[in-house]
């Protein structure tokens, strides 16, 4: 069953900190792995990660994918309170191809 | 650019009771989904559409019919609701079937409280 796992499932932080986030997956027939974040409302889009190795980047989020060991990391430098949400992770997957969820990682970063 | 619009935003129901959730897109996307969203279980697929007229099951498809009569529009339908069904409920869409550069468009949610 395609299936995937996110860890830390929370975790509280003070500003300036660095945070790793971390996904792993299961998944026949892999195409592309998605990180989104969600305050209090709709989930929005950050990164889409297709290829080993490459970075992608946006200010002070970045995010690698590692095709080989099945797995994803978001990273967040200099965290800020409005960093506080919930990241989640996505894949296509499963019996109808379409996008399935982790069940996120809860950030608080504290004043 | 109104993007994804869901309502209601709120909702409370007894028992047995029916309600259609709406769910509008503007950008003339072709796939529509309906996720419930719980506490430790994250975002399961209920059901979807791949364009109009079309419907397909999702993961979680019991207790939930959907129907899509023009493109811009995706109904979810719950014919008896039970407590189980208590979640908070996003409607998504997207341009092709597989997510494009930019993922899957989330509506702002519809909060439902089945008692």
């Known amino acids: 069953e395609d299936k995937v796992v996110q860890s830390p499932l929370s975790l509280v932080v003070h500003e300036g900190d660095t945070v790793t986030l971390n996904c792993s997956y299961e998944?026949?027939?892999?195409?592309?792995l998605l990180w989104y974040k969600q305050e209090k409302k709709a989930p929005t889009f950050l990164f889409m990660l297709?290829?080993?190795?490459i970075e992608k980047k946006s200010g002070r989020l970045s995010s690698i994918l590692d095709k080989k060991e099945l797995f994803s990391i978001l990273n967040i430098t200099a965290t800020q309170t409005g960093d506080s949400a919930v990241y989640l992770c996505?894949?296509?997957?499963?019996?109808?191809?379409?996008?399935?969820f982790g069940t996120g990682t809860l950030l608080a970063v504290q004043p | 650019n109104a993007g994804v619009t869901q309502t209601p935003k709120f909702r409370v129901l007894k028992t047995g009771q029916s309600m259609t959730l709406l769910c509008a897109q503007d950008?003339?996307?072709?796939?529509m989904y309906w996720y419930r969203q719980d506490p430790g279980m994250g975002l399961r697929l209920i059901h979807y559409?791949?364009?109009?007229?079309?419907?397909a099951k999702g993961e979680v498809p019991d207790g939930y019919n959907v129907s899509r009569l023009k493109k811009q529009n995706f109904l979810l339908g719950l014919e008896s609701a039970a407590p189980s069904q208590t979640s908070v409920y996003f409607c998504?869409?997207?341009?092709?079937?597989?997510?494009?550069?930019?993922?899957?468009?989330f509506g702002s949610g519809t909060r439902l409280t089945v008692v």
């Open positions: 998944v026949t027939n892999f195409r592309s």
């Open positions: 998504a869409s997207s341009l092709g079937g597989s997510p494009a550069k930019d993922g899957y468009t």
């Open positions: 950008m003339n996307h072709e796939y």
């Open positions: 559409s791949v364009g109009e007229g079309t419907t």
């Open positions: 297709t290829s080993s190795g």
């Open positions: 996505a894949v296509p997957g499963g019996a109808t191809n379409k996008l399935i």
